[in-house]
């Protein structure tokens, strides 16, 4: 099976510091790969390189095929969520995803159509002239995504995307890009630093450090046989503790009932 995307010894120095040291991975079409890290691991320069933000001091990337490393970030067919949403405030929300349609000449004439047509996949059809400000983080989320899917991107970047938001809202926009996931079948490149959203999301995870791939494999795989004591510390130690401490609760809640 060809690669959809195909990452060969990318390198990224900055003032001679190495911050992403010649990583090699595919992914393939329709995947969901979570780049797991802490910060300074080198993850969103990743995304920048991959989205064509920055330039690689040296490597390649291919998108299907044709190689995209210096191509301008126009012209790869790439869409990406940002942590802040980056919404324009004094725009309802359907205008905020026709917005980006309009400077797509294949989207032009049908900017009001696809824009309508996807905000209803993203559940916020009763709030088309509403104002970004008016919405929660989690609605101002949808909408972000939905700005995203409108362009219909060969990839979707996720800068961590929920990291804003609270609890509550965290667990239903997981369950919310993994539907949206399903329903486009779009392949998705997930930066985050949750070990537990990494976990529950992917297809495959790659766990990072100091610029380098420590380990590239399913979630359980990772989990049962972490490739070194790194993955072994910062994954599962840390699902441990959170399944730990989720047992407890519900001990507790038995013993009060």
Avoid: W
């Avoid at 995504?145 to 219909?152: E, F, G, K, M, N």
């Avoid at 239903?172 to 993994?178: F, V």
């Amino acid at each position: 099976m060809n690669s959809f995307l195909k990452v060969n010894d990318l390198c990224k120095v900055y003032n001679s510091k190495v911050v992403l040291n010649k990583i090699s991975f595919e992914v393939q079409k329709g995947e969901f790969l979570s780049v797991l890290g802490p910060s300074g691991c080198g993850k969103t320069t990743l995304l920048r390189l991959l989205i064509g933000i920055e330039r690689p001091t040296s490597g390649s990337i291919y998108l299907d095929g044709k190689d995209i490393s210096y191509e301008d970030s126009s012209k790869r067919n790439m869409g990406i969520v940002f942590q802040n949403y980056a919404l324009f405030p004094n725009m309802t929300v359907l205008q905020n995803v026709e917005y980006a349609l309009t400077f797509k000449k294949e989207f032009k004439n049908k900017s009001r159509e696809i824009a309508l047509q996807t905000l209803e996949k993203v559940g916020l059809k009763e709030h088309l002239d509403k104002k970004i400000g008016f919405l929660s983080g989690g609605q101002q989320q949808r909408v972000a995504i939905a700005r995203t899917l409108a362009l219909r991107p060969d990839i979707i970047l996720f800068d961590e995307p929920l990291s804003a938001l609270d609890a509550a809202n965290r667990l239903t926009m997981r369950e919310e890009i993994k539907r949206i996931q399903r329903e486009y079948g779009s392949t998705i490149i997930y930066i985050t630093h949750d070990q537990e959203e990494a976990f529950t999301m992917s297809d495959r995870i790659m766990v990072m450090s100091e610029g380098n791939i420590e380990q590239l494999d399913t979630p359980i795989h990772i989990y049962n046989h972490p490739s070194n004591k790194y993955v072994n510390d910062f994954f599962v130690t840390h699902l441990d503790k959170k399944l730990n401490a989720l047992i407890k609760c519900i001990k507790e809640d038995d013993n009060e009932n």
